[in-house]
């Protein structure tokens, strides 16, 4: 059976238009007016909206807009430069960076400035296929790159710095960093490597590589680090494993099949401020979300041409600092709290943009 075909068996499944969502019914029915046929949210009326679709990012023109009449006429059209395949993102600042494993190189997305730039570097930096990307407190770049099999370093300039190498079997897929430490996933040895920042040093890598051990990671493709824990996607698996700061297992999230909580082919992660766990899944092509107790809270997205929903998405990051640039998007009825951009490997909106919402208290 073809990916399409599962994608088109198990993107819509039985069980989710079934699933009550506990978390939704104990903060009750939201109290909104009809909502215009344009503004989308999930889940669906009645149920109170959480996550509103405002916008997508597909090229340069989404963030500049086009060029005038007369600077068309006098300077000639300037080309619209396309986001062509993404996978990971990652925020910093006011800046979206767009992993492109096409171009090869970065998509640069500024909000403030409302500037579209590539970053393909040439030399020691060139990249081959960079998965995923971050950024430390400065601004330094740290992007995984599984054609060097390697983690390329930047500065805050662009120059390249370094290439921190593993080995010939290593395959970085996924970097955070993390209190003065670069934490990789590595999908040639199955764990996850430590690195001091300062040094460059591996400090230690986990879980032992025993298929055996419980803890063991099939195929770990995304990690994401926050409040002493590390979520861990273990596509191979299918499921999300938990481990704490010290490499300790503290668990698993999921299993294969298509009910509430499982998973087929999970891949980015992310955690909000409540500690509220989002896993992308390729083949669902949505975003289930869960609590800081691993319960199912809803799930958003879905295989559809519809604005709003997905094409096998790949990376998923939150954000609170960007509020201000997509707030003309939100409805009124709606309080905005953080954004959420998520990767679309292909279809025709490469990051698709929602909010987690709430609605404003009404007489």
Not at 230 to 236: M, R
Not at 315 to 335: M, P, R, W
Request: glycine share 8%.
């Amino acid at each position: 059976m073809s990916m399409l075909k599962i994608v088109d068996k198990l993107a819509q499944p039985t069980w989710f238009c079934l699933l009550v969502v506990l978390w939704l019914t104990a903060t009750g029915q939201s109290q909104q007016r009809e909502l215009p046929d344009e503004v989308i949210v999930f889940p669906q009326p009645p149920d109170a909206a959480r996550i509103q679709f405002l916008a997508s990012i597909s090229s340069s023109t989404d963030i500049v807009g086009q060029s005038s009449f007369f600077r068309r006429y006098v300077l000639g059209e300037e080309p619209a430069k396309p986001i062509i395949k993404p996978y990971g993102i990652s925020i910093h600042k006011r800046k979206l960076y767009v992993c492109d494993t096409m171009l090869p190189g970065l998509e640069i997305i500024d909000f403030q400035a409302k500037t579209f730039r590539y970053f393909t570097p040439a030399g020691l930096g060139q990249l081959q296929k960079p998965i995923n990307c971050a950024l430390d407190e400065s601004g330094q770049l740290y992007i995984a790159d599984a054609g060097r099999q390697q983690v390329v370093v930047f500065d805050t300039e662009g120059n390249f710095l370094n290439a921190l190498g593993f080995g010939h079997t290593s395959k970085p897929t996924d970097v955070k960093v993390h209190q003065n430490r670069l934490w990789i996933c590595d999908l040639g040895v199955h764990q996850l490597r430590v690195v001091d920042l300062k040094t460059y040093k591996e400090v230690r890598s986990f879980p032992e590589p025993n298929p055996d051990n419980p803890a063991y990671l099939f195929s770990p493709t995304n990690i994401v680090v926050s409040n002493g824990k590390i979520y861990v996607s273990d596509t191979g698996n299918a499921s999300i494993k938990v481990f704490s700061v010290d490499g300790d297992y503290m668990g698993m999230i999921g299993t294969l099949g298509n009910r509430p909580g499982q998973f087929v082919r999970p891949k980015g992660v992310a955690v909000d401020s409540d500690e509220n766990l989002y896993v992308v899944d390729a083949a669902f092509e949505n975003i289930q979300m869960f609590d800081g107790s691993s319960r199912l809270l809803m799930f958003f997205g879905g295989h559809s041409e519809r604005p709003g929903y997905l094409w096998l998405p790949a990376a998923i990051a939150i954000d609170t600092e960007n509020l201000g640039y997509f707030q003309k998007h939100v409805f009124s009825d709606f309080n905005l709290n953080y954004l959420i951009f998520v990767s679309n490997q292909f279809g025709p909106a490469k990051i698709n943009v929602y909010g987690f919402i709430e609605s404003k208290k009404r007489n």
